[in-house]
T-cell receptor, first 108, second 116 residues
């Protein structure tokens, strides 16, 4: 069965510290993976997708098919990065399968 | 451009009552999706419309849920009769391209449903 696992409910770091939000998936085909973010009082929005291989707001994520992981990383966290982060897998006709989400709290 | 809109933003009803949620997608987006997040759980897919047709309704929990998209524009999701376990946040999303690397689902702000 297709599944996305985000093992951490909360990740708490200080400003300037490196951040890694973990995401593991199970999928029998070629996955399309995404990170979505929800800032306080804002709607869910796409942060980045693996196929683009780009850096958004300093965040990067590399698809590791051997480890079935798609961890989100940023070398130096900022307070404005505090938000809920969701890893998602796309299968079929655009149906997204989400992980449970990780709340990132960046402290001054 | 205007984003995906949802109405109402909050709804509090009693068990056994009926509630109808509405979603207006971004203009020109043929694809419309419904998801929901119940307390403490992950966001789960409910169904997908392409224009007015149901492409995938595999996530609909039971026959108390009815989704429509007449005319291929806005969509409604009716819960009748509502049960306690239906409480949660219902999200709508829309996208323009059916399949492709540039496709992006744009989400609405969600409707928070509380069933007492």
């Amino acid at each position: 069965a297709q599944r996305v696992t985000q093992p951490e409910k909360l990740l708490s770091v200080f400003k300037g510290a490196p951040v890694e939000l973990k995401c593991n998936y199970s999928y029998s085909g070629s996955p399309e993976l995404f990170w979505y973010v929800q800032y306080s009082r804002q709607r869910l929005q796409l942060l980045l997708r693996h196929i683009s291989r780009e850096s958004i707001k300093g965040f990067t994520a590399d698809l590791n098919k051997g480890e079935t992981s798609f961890h989100l990383k940023k070398p130096f966290a900022q307070e404005e990065d505090s938000a809920m982060y969701y890893c998602a897998l796309r299968r079929g006709y655009n149906k997204l399968i989400f992980g449970a989400g990780t709340r990132l709290a960046v402290h001054p | 451009e205007a984003g995906v809109t949802q109405f109402p933003s909050h709804s509090v009803i009693e068990k056994g009552q009926t509630v109808t949620l509405r979603c207006d997608p971004i203009s020109g987006h043929d694809n419309l999706y419904w998801y929901r997040r119940v307390m403490g759980k992950e966001i789960k897919f409910l169904l997908h419309f392409v224009k007015e047709s149901k492409q995938d309704e595999s996530g609909m929990p039971n026959n108390r849920f009815l989704a429509e998209r007449t005319g291929g524009t806005y969509s409604t999701l009716k819960v009748q009769p509502a049960e306690l376990e239906d409480s949660g946040v219902y999200f709508c999303a829309s996208s323009q391209v059916l399949v492709g690397p540039t496709d992006t689902q744009y989400f609405g702000p969600g409707t928070r449903l509380t069933v007492l």
